[in-house]
């Protein structure tokens, strides 16, 4: 187990107040887990700005009758195979899919990617969503 080291930290006591109030809320058991968890989503997004390798998923929800669509986004996977890793495809009803993709890469281009696929004709809602790879994170 990795050793832990207590430090201090100085802060207003309104936005100690505000911050207890929302660990409390989301379940968290104490404020040191809350503050790992911040730390962690900052160094997280700290390498996806940077366009370093993290992983995710691209969610997407289409129209499955919209004609040559399934086609085009197909197409898009095989055009980015070395960042899409693998897909799940789901039916909700007769005309709606769930289409989602696991993908790994820098994240300037996951980005690029999960908006040329939101942006086609018949997708209804897209949203990317990363994290680390874990491989830096403690």
């Not at 887990?33 to 289409?62: C, K, S």
Request: hydrophobic share 40%; charged share 30%; with cysteine.
């Amino acid at each position: 187990m990795p050793k832990l080291v207590r430090f201090g930290v100085s802060m207003e006591e309104g936005l100690l107040a505000r911050f207890d109030a929302l660990i409390r809320e989301l379940g968290y058991s104490n404020r040191s887990e809350a503050i790992r968890d911040l730390v962690r989503e900052r160094l997280v997004r700290h390498e996806w700005e940077a366009g370093e390798e993290v992983v995710g998923v691209i969610v997407l929800l289409y129209e499955h009758h919209k004609r040559e669509l399934p086609d085009a986004l197909i197409d898009l996977q095989h055009r980015h195979h070395r960042l899409v890793i693998a897909t799940m495809h789901v039916h909700l009803d007769a005309d709606n899919c769930l289409e989602i993709l696991a993908v790994r890469g820098p994240g300037p281009e996951l980005q690029r990617l999960a908006e040329h696929l939101r942006s086609l004709k018949g997708v209804k809602h897209g949203q990317l969503a990363v994290t680390s790879t874990g491989r830096t994170l403690p």
